[in-house]
């Protein structure tokens, strides 16, 4: 049986004829910069996440570069992050001369330890973004009360989480900004890139929207230094339709995982864990185990694709040496790097093909 880790074709034929149609109307209309599509995404997404204010963005790289602009972090600020996330987390940071300071994960959720961060902070700390890694949310009661505490801003990387849910309040709603990306492979994938910001807060969805288009405030008068961060019309249509289906799909996710969950209970192989106050999107379902690399390549032999989110901790890559972070600085982010396997769970699959990676995953463990 084959089981590719996803499979963006079988999401499609279920609402190509709608998202077809969306891109025809953008097509005729010829707005494809900021046109009425990008307006009605915008107010869906809100209403949709229970935020005030969100802006459209061209991606969710831009949407935390776009964010840390408009808190104006610049040379020598320190934000706090974790190691454990993609690039761009720590990207946007180090692209304004802020400085990434890095926090050791939690061994189950694989989130940022919150219980590590406020020994980090120092004067030059200005934010804290945490991460909701693989769908699940940082945990932000004591994110948000250190936050507080030492009065720094907190941005939520919420760009695998749409969705996701802690104490029934949707992401992107505890920090004063939420980024958000609509890369294709994400729960809700445009058809290229996009991304977006929401907020709570009038005077930076203000901001962020004069940033979005080269701070300008009037035709051709500018009040700050922004750049194009304008997602496309094109993007927004389609975004618009498969919004409508993203409840359900998350859905399956969670489904999926159940399966997972299940099959994996009486064997060595522990599933992700959720904690008890958050409600997961499954952006991936990813287990820790031994011989990593050994499994995979088990997997692949019986045609199931399996993916390694992340091979390498952003305190240990080159581009980051100047930091002088050295391997054994943050110990369960660099263990994790190499025991994490992210197993197929996309909503289109079927029952059948997920007993069929657990029990391969578990047949590697009992041949050993
Ligand atoms: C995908 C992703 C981003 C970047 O989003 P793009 O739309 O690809 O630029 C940022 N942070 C995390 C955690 C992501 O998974």
């Known amino acids: 049986m084959q089981v590719p880790f996803f499979d963006l074709k079988a999401q499609f034929t279920t609402y190509k004829s709608e998202a077809v149609r969306a891109i025809k109307q953008v097509c005729e209309s010829q707005l494809f910069a900021m046109g009425p599509a990008v307006a009605e995404f915008e107010e869906n997404i809100a209403a949709y996440c229970g935020s005030k204010y969100a802006i459209a963005v061209s991606s969710g790289s831009d949407a935390l570069l776009v964010s840390l602009m408009a808190l104006e972090i610049k040379q020598g600020d320190e934000v706090i992050t974790t190691p454990f996330t993609f690039f761009a987390t720590a990207g946007a940071v180090a692209r304004l001369g802020g400085k990434p300071v890095f926090v050791d994960v939690e061994p189950n959720s694989y989130n940022i330890d919150t219980g590590g961060i406020e020994e980090k902070v120092t004067e030059k700390t200005r934010a804290i973004i945490p991460v909701h890694l693989f769908g699940q949310l940082a945990q932000m009661k004591p994110v ?25 309040v949707k992401c992107g709603n505890f920090g004063c900004l939420g980024c958000f990306s609509f890369y294709p492979t994400k729960n809700l994938g445009g058809f290229g890139d996009g991304g977006l910001v929401t907020t709570n807060d009038k005077k930076l969805a203000e901001k962020i929207k004069l940033l979005r288009t080269h701070g300008e405030n009037a035709k051709y008068s500018y009040k ?16 618009n339709v498969k919004l409508k289906y993203l409840d359900k799909w998350n859905e399956k996710r969670r489904q999926n995982a159940v399966l997972y969950d299940n099959i994996f209970a009486a064997s060595e192989v522990k599933p992700p864990k959720i904690d008890s106050n958050n409600v997961s999107i499954y952006h991936q379902y990813t287990i820790a185990v031994p011989e990593r690399d050994r499994l995979q390549k088990f997997l692949a032999e019986n045609e199931i694709g399996s993916s390694v989110f992340y091979p390498k901790p952003l305190h240990l890559q080159d581009c980051f040496g100047k930091l002088g972070y050295k391997e054994g600085d943050l110990p369960v982010a660099e263990r994790l790097c190499s025991e994490v396997l992210s197993l197929p769970v ?6 059948g093909q997920i007993e069929y990676v657990a029990e391969t995953v578990l047949k590697f463990y009992e041949s050993d």
């Open 144 to 168: 948000m009360e250190i936050a507080k505490r030492c009065n720094l801003a907190v941005v939520e990387d919420a760009a695998q989480a749409i969705g996701a849910t802690q104490d029934e």
């Open 346 to 351: 996309y909503p289109e699959l079927l029952p």
């Open 224 to 239: 700050t230094i922004g750049g194009n961060f304008r997602l496309d019309s094109i993007q927004a249509a389609v975004l």
